[in-house]
Protein backbone atom coordinates (compact mmCIF):
# COMPACT_ATOMS: atom_id res chain seq x y z
CA UNK A 1 0.00 0.00 0.00
CA UNK A 2 2.85 2.47 -0.90
CA UNK A 3 -0.08 4.92 -1.96
CA UNK A 4 -3.30 5.18 0.17
CA UNK A 5 -6.66 7.53 0.34
CA UNK A 6 -6.62 8.92 3.76
CA UNK A 7 -10.03 10.87 4.62
CA UNK A 8 -9.96 13.62 6.94
CA UNK A 9 -12.97 14.37 8.77
CA UNK A 10 -14.62 17.13 10.37
CA UNK A 11 -16.21 16.18 13.59
CA UNK A 12 -18.03 18.40 16.37
CA UNK A 13 -15.49 19.34 19.40
CA UNK A 14 -17.31 17.37 22.20
CA UNK A 15 -17.30 14.44 24.28
CA UNK A 16 -18.17 10.84 21.94
CA UNK A 17 -18.05 12.81 18.82
CA UNK A 18 -14.81 11.20 17.45
CA UNK A 19 -15.77 7.49 19.20
CA UNK A 20 -19.84 8.14 17.20
CA UNK A 21 -17.63 7.88 13.93
CA UNK A 22 -15.51 5.03 14.94
CA UNK A 23 -18.31 3.24 16.05
CA UNK A 24 -20.28 3.50 13.14
CA UNK A 25 -17.48 2.45 10.52
CA UNK A 26 -17.02 -0.35 12.84
CA UNK A 27 -20.60 -1.15 12.39
CA UNK A 28 -20.11 -1.51 8.67
CA UNK A 29 -16.84 -3.96 9.06
CA UNK A 30 -14.45 -0.39 8.15
CA UNK A 31 -11.28 -1.09 10.14
CA UNK A 32 -8.47 1.71 11.25
CA UNK A 33 -5.36 1.29 10.38
CA UNK A 34 -3.99 4.11 11.06
CA UNK A 35 -5.33 7.86 12.41
CA UNK A 36 -4.49 11.31 13.72
CA UNK A 37 -6.80 13.41 15.58
CA UNK A 38 -6.18 16.83 17.12
CA UNK A 39 -8.19 20.03 17.73
CA UNK A 40 -8.11 23.24 15.84
CA UNK A 41 -10.56 26.51 16.00
CA UNK A 42 -13.03 24.33 18.25
CA UNK A 43 -13.35 21.35 15.94
CA UNK A 44 -11.66 17.91 15.45
CA UNK A 45 -10.26 17.13 12.44
CA UNK A 46 -9.07 13.58 12.35
CA UNK A 47 -6.95 12.10 9.58
CA UNK A 48 -7.41 7.90 8.92
CA UNK A 49 -6.39 5.51 6.57
CA UNK A 50 -8.83 2.33 6.69
CA UNK A 51 -8.97 -1.19 5.07
CA UNK A 52 -12.43 -0.47 3.05
CA UNK A 53 -12.34 2.96 1.10
CA UNK A 54 -15.69 2.40 -0.45
CA UNK A 55 -17.30 1.37 3.33
CA UNK A 56 -15.53 4.36 4.49
CA UNK A 57 -16.97 6.76 1.88
CA UNK A 58 -20.30 5.57 2.52
CA UNK A 59 -20.40 5.28 6.34
CA UNK A 60 -18.98 8.93 6.01
CA UNK A 61 -21.68 10.27 3.81
CA UNK A 62 -24.45 8.65 5.26
CA UNK A 63 -23.65 10.70 8.98
CA UNK A 64 -23.68 13.53 7.14
CA UNK A 65 -20.11 14.08 8.08
CA UNK A 66 -17.79 16.94 6.27
CA UNK A 67 -14.83 15.01 4.91
CA UNK A 68 -12.33 14.79 2.15
CA UNK A 69 -10.22 12.44 0.50
CA UNK A 70 -6.29 13.29 0.02
CA UNK A 71 -3.56 10.98 -1.49
CA UNK A 72 -0.95 10.10 1.18
CA UNK A 73 2.43 8.27 0.68
CA UNK A 74 2.22 4.98 3.16
CA UNK A 75 5.35 2.98 4.08
CA UNK A 76 5.22 -0.23 5.64
CA UNK A 77 8.42 -0.73 8.58
CA UNK A 78 9.78 -2.77 11.11
CA UNK A 79 8.81 -1.74 14.58
CA UNK A 80 12.96 -0.94 15.30
CA UNK A 81 14.78 1.97 16.40
CA UNK A 82 15.95 3.92 13.24
CA UNK A 83 13.61 2.86 10.65
CA UNK A 84 10.83 5.76 10.63
CA UNK A 85 13.77 8.18 10.50
CA UNK A 86 15.41 6.36 7.28
CA UNK A 87 11.93 6.54 5.58
CA UNK A 88 11.88 10.37 6.71
CA UNK A 89 14.93 10.94 5.73
CA UNK A 90 14.72 9.48 2.26
CA UNK A 91 12.28 11.81 2.10
CA UNK A 92 13.95 14.96 2.79
CA UNK A 93 17.48 14.33 0.92
CA UNK A 94 14.72 13.83 -2.10
CA UNK A 95 13.54 17.25 -1.22
CA UNK A 96 10.49 15.82 -0.49
CA UNK A 97 8.44 18.10 2.25
CA UNK A 98 6.84 16.62 4.60
CA UNK A 99 3.48 18.20 5.96
CA UNK A 100 2.67 15.61 8.44
CA UNK A 101 2.80 12.42 9.47
CA UNK A 102 1.18 9.59 12.05
CA UNK A 103 1.51 5.64 12.14
CA UNK A 104 -0.79 2.70 13.05
CA UNK A 105 0.51 -0.94 13.09
CA UNK A 106 -0.31 -3.56 10.50
CA UNK A 107 -2.67 -5.84 11.45
CA UNK A 108 -1.07 -9.48 12.63
CA UNK A 109 2.05 -8.28 12.23
CA UNK A 110 5.14 -6.02 14.33
CA UNK A 111 5.32 -3.49 11.11
CA UNK A 112 4.48 -0.07 11.35
CA UNK A 113 2.06 1.43 8.51
CA UNK A 114 3.65 5.36 8.63
CA UNK A 115 1.65 8.05 6.46
CA UNK A 116 3.12 10.70 5.35
CA UNK A 117 1.17 13.73 3.95
CA UNK A 118 3.64 15.65 1.23
CA UNK A 119 3.81 17.74 -1.62
CA UNK A 120 4.68 14.94 -4.50
CA UNK A 121 3.02 11.98 -3.08
CA UNK A 122 4.01 10.26 -6.50
CA UNK A 123 7.66 10.44 -6.02
CA UNK A 124 7.50 10.06 -2.28
CA UNK A 125 5.57 6.88 -3.16
CA UNK A 126 8.40 5.59 -5.14
CA UNK A 127 10.94 6.69 -3.07
CA UNK A 128 9.25 4.59 0.30
CA UNK A 129 8.59 1.55 -2.13
CA UNK A 130 12.56 1.29 -2.60
CA UNK A 131 13.20 2.28 1.07
CA UNK A 132 10.86 -1.11 1.78
CA UNK A 133 12.48 -3.43 -0.90
CA UNK A 134 15.55 -2.29 0.35
CA UNK A 135 14.69 -3.50 3.91
CA UNK A 136 12.93 -6.43 3.26
CA UNK A 137 16.50 -7.86 2.00
Known amino acids: MPRA ?3 TVTIEDKPGALGGCFLALAKRGVNILAFQ ?3 EEGES ?3 FLVDDVEGARAVLGGQGMIFEETDVAV ?3 A ?3 G ?3 RAAARLGENKINIDYSYCGLEHGTTQEVVVFGVDNVPTAVKLLDELSSESAV
Open 5 to 7: KEF
Open 37 to 39: SYV
Open 45 to 47: LTR
Open 75 to 77: VRV
Open 79 to 81: HRP
Open 83 to 85: ELG
